[in-house]
């Protein structure tokens, strides 16, 4: 779009994009993506479900020196998740007590 403008482009203003990250986290997160969800009635979305966990690093063959890097980006993803879902099962809950 900046080039059909005739501008140049601001890179500390792009988006970043799935080239930028280094290959570990991609792998990271399709390892956080693989894993199943957790919920609870009245709780909503609890954690992830870590049952397979190593047989899913076996498969994307995550070397024994990155297996905590990687444990890492699934924690951080999962508690970024269930925050968000914290938040709107209360914007739900809120919303529902001032129908009353």
């Not at 070397?63 to 993803?77: L, N, R």
Request: aromatic share 12%.
């Amino acid at each position: 779009m900046c080039e059909q403008m005739g501008e140049e482009p601001d890179w500390d203003k792009c988006p970043v994009d799935w080239e930028d990250f280094p290959e570990i986290v991609i792998t990271g997160m399709n390892v956080y993506n693989t894993l199943g969800n957790r919920m609870a009635e009245g709780m909503g979305y609890i954690g992830k479900d870590y049952t397979n966990y190593t047989y899913i690093l076996d498969h994307f063959n995550i070397s024994s020196h990155q297996k905590d890097f990687v444990f890492e980006i699934v924690q951080f993803m999962e508690h970024r998740d269930i925050e968000i879902s914290q938040k709107k099962l209360k914007a739900e809950y809120d919303k529902i007590k001032r129908g009353r």
